[in-house]
C-alpha cells in the first residue's frame, strides 16, 4: 500500500458537532502531518507527529486536537468549530521529513 | 525568515508553447526544494525535488543559489499540464522534528489547445 488514504472525504457538521478526521499510512513514515487548505490557497500546516509524537503546533486553536495512535494512524478531533473552518483538511506522510505524501484529504464544512 | 515567492497567479499559454513557472525563496541554511502539482480534483502530488535532478513529465527545475530560484520548465507544454503548481521549501529539521514544508501561493497553469 503505497498511498496515504483519508476518511471521511466530505464532511457536514454544526458548530457544537464532535467529530473526528482519519488518516492511515502503511509505508513505514515516520513523520505526519495535518495540514487545512482554503480555495485556491496553499496548504498551511497544522501539526506535525514525529515518532508518534507531537513535535509542532502551529498556534492552531484547541478546538482542533490531533491524536496519533500508532505508526499508521493519525486523527483529527474537532470540536465547537467555526464556519471559517470550513477547508480541505490534508494529511501527509513522509518518510525522511522533506519529501510529503498527501492524502486525497476531507472536505469539512461547518454550518 | 523562510519565504516561497510564486509571483504569478495564473500562467495561459498554448500547446506546444515553452512554459515557465517561476518560484524564488528565501532561506538561512541550505534548502530542499520542491514542485508539487495539483491537478483538477486530485490530491497533491510531489513532480520534482531539486536534490533527484530528474525530468518528470517532460519538467525540470534547476536550483540557483545565486539567484535562490528554483524555476519549473517544460519546452513543450500539453493540454494535460493544466494544473495548479505550488513550488515548496523545506527546511529540514524544524524544532529538533521532522521538517515542514513552507509553500508559496501556487500558479495555476492553464495551456489551451
Known amino acids: 500500500d503505497t498511498e496515504v488514504t483519508q476518511t471521511p472525504k466530505h464532511l457536514v457538521m454544526g458548530m457544537t458537532n464532535k467529530k473526528s478526521l482519519k488518516c492511515e499510512q502503511h509505508m513505514g513514515h515516520r513523520a505526519m502531518y495535518w495540514y487545512k487548505q482554503k480555495a485556491k490557497k496553499p496548504p498551511e500546516l497544522m501539526f506535525v507527529y514525529s515518532y508518534e509524537k507531537l513535535s509542532i503546533n502551529e498556534s492552531v486553536p484547541s478546538r482542533f486536537s490531533p491524536e496519533c495512535p500508532n505508526s499508521s494512524l493519525l486523527n483529527l478531533h474537532l470540536h465547537a468549530l467555526q464556519p471559517e473552518d470550513s477547508a480541505l483538511y490534508l494529511c501527509?506522510?513522509?518518510?525522511?521529513?522533506?519529501?510529503?505524501?498527501f492524502g486525497p484529504g476531507t472536505r469539512l464544512t461547518v454550518l | 525568515a523562510q519565504r516561497v515567492t510564486q509571483p504569478e497567479k495564473l500562467l495561459s499559454v498554448f500547446k506546444g508553447a515553452p512554459v515557465e513557472l517561476k518560484c524564488n525563496y528565501s532561506y538561512s541554511g541550505s534548502p530542499e526544494l520542491f514542485w508539487y502539482v495539483q491537478y483538477s480534483r486530485q490530491r497533491l502530488q510531489l513532480l520534482l525535488r531539486?536534490?533527484s535532478r530528474e525530468s518528470i513529465k517532460g519538467f525540470t527545475a534547476d536550483l540557483n543559489k545565486g539567484e535562490t530560484s528554483f524555476h519549473l520548465k517544460k519546452p513543450f507544454a500539453q493540454e494535460e499540464d493544466s494544473a495548479m503548481y505550488y513550488c515548496a521549501l523545506s527546511g529540514g529539521n524544524y524544532g529538533g522534528s521532522q521538517g515542514n514544508l513552507i509553500f508559496g501561493k501556487g500558479t495555476k497553469l492553464s495551456v489551451k489547445p
Open positions: 531539486h536534490i
Open positions: 501527509a506522510s513522509s518518510p525522511s521529513g522533506d519529501e510529503q505524501f
